[in-house]
């Protein structure tokens, strides 16, 4: 199972970026996908998870609005589509995935995610 973050990037207060997450290894037909970020010397933060079995989806209230999870089935492709971007949406974000069952967001939150791919950095700054 392999999971590859990409589209970080430094963009201006305002700006959009589109996050891509390419999974590998197996099929995207009962599984919660999410995407998380961090900030050095902060906690790891949920920012959105999906679940590809029924689409069902799942945000932070910091990113309600702004942020749009969505998947890629037969590309086997989950994209974080971030609009009105915030300084303090500045950090790396990472894709991960929960396979065991019951393989679903609200499980993922108490029990986590099996596997997690490499991040990609966001900046927002002016």
Partial sequence: VQLQASGG???H???SLRLSCAASGFTMNYNAIGWFRQVPGKEREEVSCID???GSTY???SVKGR???SDDKPKSMVYLHMN????????????????KFPANCAAARSGGMDYWGKGTQVTVSS
């Fill in 9 to 11: 990037g430094s963009v």
């Fill in 13 to 15: 207060p305002g700006g």
């Fill in 52 to 54: 590809t079995g029924d």
């Fill in 59 to 61: 945000y932070a209230d």
């Fill in 67 to 69: 942020f749009t999870i």
């Fill in 84 to 99: 009105s971007l915030k300084p303090e949406d500045t950090a790396v974000y990472y894709c991960a995935t929960r396979l």
